[in-house]
């Protein structure tokens, strides 16, 4: 079935998109008066679960529940994430997964693929995963998990535990590496970098930080620095002041920063007490805490990362639709995401903008059907 929509591009130019079954076939320049902007929809590549589920459930409602959701907020896509916790109940997580993307709901947000944070990381750098499971990533461990299953696209890991050729394993097995909750120097990530390390799991959080000498120097440098890497915020401007977010966006290429989430169970939810991962954790307003006083996650959206980042840059829309959209799809290397283009995924939201407002999500299509 075909269906035109009328809006703005992302660089404020009339424009028409014609869609056909489940892709873009067409976009052109138009003259109408329609306000809303045509985006592509936003990519999470970083989120746990939200609206009191978790993927951790290993449970298919949860998951719908999950997924069924995510579309109000834009998001058309994501990248589900694990979280610290026993083999056997990764193993059961990922296999539930896998039997929901055989026959997965054609209205629910899709899973693009598994990044897997946690039990490969640093016990000083532990944040709301429990320490007692942490253990070295190899290539055992590669190999049992893709032995679980085929749909790991990441692997978050702190990279002091591990050596380059772990690095250059991951690479060989068409597997992200990133480096997160980890105490690594800025020389140590460098190596790996050249190894083929790709991403730097939620800059800033959990993991050595900027320092101006080379004796001091952490990952957060090297993030900064080194414009092959793409560096993922969480931009809530509770994990990350707005004016560091805005040191980041004016340091290092726009097309390498990545926005996500880390929703947890209590996003989309009221405040109180609620358990993630096993822990207690406490919500109010967008905060979540352990009772050990770690931030604990976020119940941040996509839309709302957008906004922020652009109050907090200063950015272009063109620009916060890289960093929300545009730039996971690339660095994943999804050939038919992240662009209002034809031949694409027609993976598409409206988002209106009345009186120079915040964005809201007014409509959301997901391969061309209107949810």
């Known amino acids: 079935m075909k269906k035109i929509l009328?809006?703005?591009?992302?660089?404020?130019?009339?424009?028409?998109?014609?869609?056909?079954?489940?892709?873009?076939?067409?976009?052109?320049?138009?003259?109408?008066?329609?306000?809303?902007?045509?985006?592509?929809?936003?990519?999470?590549?970083?989120?746990?679960?939200?609206f009191g589920s978790d993927f951790m459930?290993?449970?298919?409602?949860?998951?719908?529940?999950?997924?069924?959701?995510?579309?109000?907020?834009?998001?058309?896509?994501?990248?589900?994430?694990?979280?610290?916790?026993?083999?056997?109940?990764?193993?059961?997580?990922?296999?539930?997964?896998?039997?929901?993307?055989?026959?997965?709901?054609?209205?629910?947000?899709?899973?693009?693929?598994?990044?897997?944070?946690?039990?490969y990381i640093n016990e000083s750098k532990k944040g709301a995963h429990n320490e007692k499971l942490f253990k070295p990533l190899n290539k055992k461990e590669i190999d049992k998990l893709l032995s679980w299953t085929k749909n790991i696209s990441t692997i978050t890991y702190a990279i002091e535990n591990s050596s380059e050729d772990i690095t250059k394993y991951l690479r060989k097995k068409n597997i992200e590496p990133s480096v997160g909750h980890s105490t690594a120097s800025s020389t140590l990530t460098?190596?790996?970098?050249?190894s083929g390390l790709s991403h730097c799991t939620h800059v800033h959080n959990a993991m050595s930080g900027y320092g101006h000498r080379l004796d001091n120097m952490g990952i957060v440098n090297s993030a900064y620095y080194n414009d092959d890497v793409y560096a993922e915020i969480i931009v809530d401007g509770i994990h990350v002041d707005k004016n560091v977010v805005k040191t980041l966006y004016k340091s290092k290429p726009v097309n390498k920063i990545i926005a996500v989430t880390d929703a947890i169970r209590p996003a989309g939810l009221k405040d109180g007490k609620y358990i993630s991962a096993g822990l207690n954790?406490?919500?109010?307003?967008n905060?979540?805490?352990?009772?050990?006083?770690?931030?604990?996650?976020?119940?941040?959206?996509?839309?709302?990362?957008?906004?922020?980042?652009?109050?907090?840059?200063?950015?272009?829309?063109?620009?916060?639709?890289?960093?929300?959209?545009?730039?996971?799809?690339?660095?994943?290397?999804?050939?038919?995401?992240g662009l209002i283009k034809e031949g694409y995924d027609a993976d598409i939201i409206l988002l209106s903008n009345k009186n120079n407002s915040i964005y809201k999500v007014k409509e959301t299509y997901i391969k061309g059907i209107k949810i």
């Open 281 to 285: 954790v406490y919500k109010k307003g």
């Open 287 to 337: 905060l979540i805490k352990t009772e050990r006083g770690e931030i604990a996650g976020s119940s941040q959206t996509m839309i709302g990362n957008f906004n922020n980042l652009i109050e907090f840059t200063g950015c272009s829309i063109k620009e916060a639709v890289l960093m929300t959209s545009t730039n996971v799809a690339q660095s994943m290397n999804i050939k038919n995401k």
């Open 190 to 194: 460098d190596h790996h970098i050249q």
């Open 6 to 50: 009328k809006g703005l591009s992302d660089e404020n130019i009339p424009i028409e998109v014609t869609i056909e079954d489940s892709k873009i076939t067409n976009v052109k320049e138009s003259n109408h008066n329609n306000k809303e902007y045509i985006v592509p929809g936003f990519i999470d590549r970083h989120i746990h679960g939200g």
């Open 57 to 119: 459930d290993a449970d298919l409602k949860s998951i719908n529940n999950i997924l069924s959701k995510l579309p109000i907020q834009g998001t058309t896509s994501i990248f589900y994430t694990s979280i610290t916790a026993s083999d056997s109940d990764i193993k059961k997580a990922v296999e539930v997964l896998d039997e929901y993307l055989r026959e997965p709901d054609i209205k629910n947000t899709q899973v693009l693929g598994y990044h897997i944070e946690g039990p």
